[in-house]
């Protein structure tokens, strides 16, 4: 019955009381926004703490050139050499030690569930996936987090400051940069499986770990094909930060 009194309301032109008979009828457009006006507007939802901006431009040209003629060539060549299995193995083992600051910044966000997670893949990932090298906790229904000391800033409501382009390491920001910082200490303190004493003397170890970082990251300069790349990575970069800090 419903559906035949909507068709005959549709068929004599009849308009409900709720509008929705002819909804774009009342729609109204303004001449006077042109493109500019469009533009400008787009800039404005975009727009991100940025006093450095002269500087993080310079700096993101360098990792553009960084990433072309050193990264990439240096990624194309270690997938071309390396097996996928001992790639898979060699990403599995950094995701291992970068469990050890996830769990401290669980613990420091109280985030008690996520903690025990982490611990659980800590010693089967450890154990049973030799060292880290395979990743059974997956298989077992673990998920995988990721907790650093910048969102632990911003769990208590310190603010991510001016926007900063790292050397190399690209986006981040004031609060995020001291973070690295924090985490890349607490790993050195704890110098879990002696990644930190055997890295501390072999050059090797880090360039490997430099070269997984950039195979394992989709992002591409330039992939945007957009002369306001830029604006766009920094709006989602602080974006995705402030979601990550509030789930």
Known sequence: MLLIS???HAQT???????????LSNLEFNPGLDQREFERATFNALDIYDPWEPLNRRMYYFNYRLDQFVMLPAVRGYRYVTPRIV???VSNFF?????IPTLFNSIAQLKG????????????NTILGVGGVWDPAT???LPRYSEDFGQTLGFYGVPHGPYLILPALGPSNLRDTAGQAADFGVERQVDYLSYAEGSGG???LTALRLIDIRHTTPLRYGQLNSPFEYEKVRYVYTRARELQIEE
Do not use: K
């Open 13 to 23: 032109g009849t308009v409900d009381e709720d509008g929705f008979t002819h909804p």
């Open 202 to 204: 072999e050059f090797g």
């Open 95 to 99: 995701d291992n030690l970068g469990e």
């Open 6 to 8: 909507s068709m005959t």
């Open 113 to 124: 569930e996520r903690a025990m997670t982490t611990t659980a893949r800590l010693l089967f």
């Open 139 to 141: 298989r077992m229904g």
């Open 87 to 89: 790639r898979t193995s």
